[in-house]
C-alpha cells in the first residue's frame, strides 16, 4: 500500500512540474495572442492578463496591409520548399552511401562530415559570402537554398542512422534482381525512410522558414525579402504598435505551428525508429 501510494505522490510531483514547465513555456506565446486582439490603452491597463476584453480582427488585417506581407511569403514558400526537397534528397543519398557501401575509409570520412559540425556557422559566411558574389547571385534567393543540395553532417547522420538500421536481406534480394544501387535507393530505401524524410523536412521548413541571417546578409532589395526579414522592418516601423507587432509575429510563425502538430507523429516516429530484425 504505502508502495502504491509513494508512486502516486511522485506521479503527481511530476506532472505538476510538467505542467508548470509547460505554463511557462506557453505563457509569452498565449500574451502574444490575446494582445493582438487588444488595443494600445487595453495592453496598457491589463499588463499580462491573458483575457482581452474585446476582440477584434483589425489588427490582423492592418498588419498584412502594412507591409508587402504576400510577397515575403511568396518568397519564404519558395526558399522552404527547394530547401526541403534539396535536403532530403540530398542527405538522404549521401546517408544511404556511409550505411550500405561499406569500403576501406567510409567510417573516416563519416568521421571526418561529423567533424563540420563542430564549426561554427559563422566561420562559413564570409567564404560563402565571397563565393555568392563571384557568381553574381547576391540580391536572390539562390544563396538561400543553393547550399543545401550539397548535404548537411547533422542531416546525414540521422539518414545514416535510419539506414543501417533497415534489414540487409531487403538489399540482396533487390541485387538479386538485378537491381542497381540507385534503383535500391530510390525502390526501396526511399519509401521505407519516409518517417524520417518527414522529420528532416519539418526541421528543414522551420530552419528555412524562421532564417534570419541568411536573408540578411544576401538580400537587399524588397521584393526578394523574406517573412522574418519583412518583419524585422515592420518591427522597426511599429515598435511602439504592440498588438499591430504581435499579430504580424504570430502570422509569420503560424505556418511552422500547423506544420509541427499535423505531423507530430511522424516527427516522432522518424527519430525514434528502432529498425526492423533480419
Known amino acids: 500500500m504505502s508502495k502504491s501510494k509513494n508512486k502516486r505522490i511522485k506521479t503527481i510531483l511530476v506532472l505538476a ?24 490603452e487595453e495592453i496598457a491597463v491589463k499588463g499580462m492578463n491573458l483575457i482581452p476584453e474585446k476582440m ?19 518568397n519564404s514558400l519558395i526558399v522552404s520548399g527547394i530547401s526541403i ?10 546517408g544511404y552511401a556511409f550505411a550500405r557501401f561499406k569500403v576501406r575509409g567510409s567510417n573516416f570520412l563519416f568521421m571526418l ?37 550539397f548535404g548537411s553532417a547533422f542531416y546525414i547522420f540521422l539518414f545514416r542512422q535510419f539506414y543501417s538500421r533497415l534489414p540487409g536481406s531487403l538489399e540482396e534480394a533487390a541485387r538479386l534482381d538485378g537491381c542497381s544501387y540507385f534503383g535500391i535507393w530510390t525502390k526501396i530505401f526511399i519509401p521505407l525512410s519516409l518517417p524520417i524524410c518527414t522529420s528532416v523536412g519539418i526541421m528543414e521548413f522551420m530552419g528555412s522558414w524562421n532564417s534570419f541571417n541568411d536573408p540578411l546578409i544576401y538580400i537587399n532589395s524588397d521584393r526578394w525579402k523574406t517573412l522574418p526579414l519583412g518583419l524585422a522592418g515592420f518591427q522597426g516601423t511599429y515598435s511602439t504598435d504592440t498588438n499591430l507587432l ?33
Open 85 to 94: 526537397v534539396a535536403t532530403v534528397i540530398s542527405n538522404s543519398m549521401i
Open 17 to 40: 512540474v510538467l505542467i508548470f514547465g509547460a505554463v511557462i513555456f506557453l505563457y509569452p506565446l498565449l500574451w502574444m495572442l490575446a494582445s493582438s486582439f487588444r488595443s494600445l
Open 113 to 149: 562530415v561529423l567533424a563540420t559540425m563542430l564549426l561554427p556557422g559563422e566561420v562559413m559566411q564570409i567564404p560563402r559570402f565571397i563565393m555568392f558574389k563571384n557568381f553574381g547571385m547576391l540580391d536572390t534567393l539562390y544563396p538561400l537554398f543553393i547550399t543545401k543540395f
Open 246 to 278: 504581435m499579430a504580424a509575429s504570430l502570422i509569420v510563425i503560424l505556418p511552422c505551428i500547423i506544420l509541427f502538430f499535423c505531423a507530430q507523429k511522424a516527427f516522432v516516429e522518424g527519430v525514434t525508429f528502432s529498425g526492423g530484425k533480419e
Open 56 to 74: 477584434t480582427l483589425k489588427y490582423y488585417q492592418k498588419a498584412l496591409t502594412s507591409f508587402s506581407f504576400f510577397t515575403y511569403f511568396k
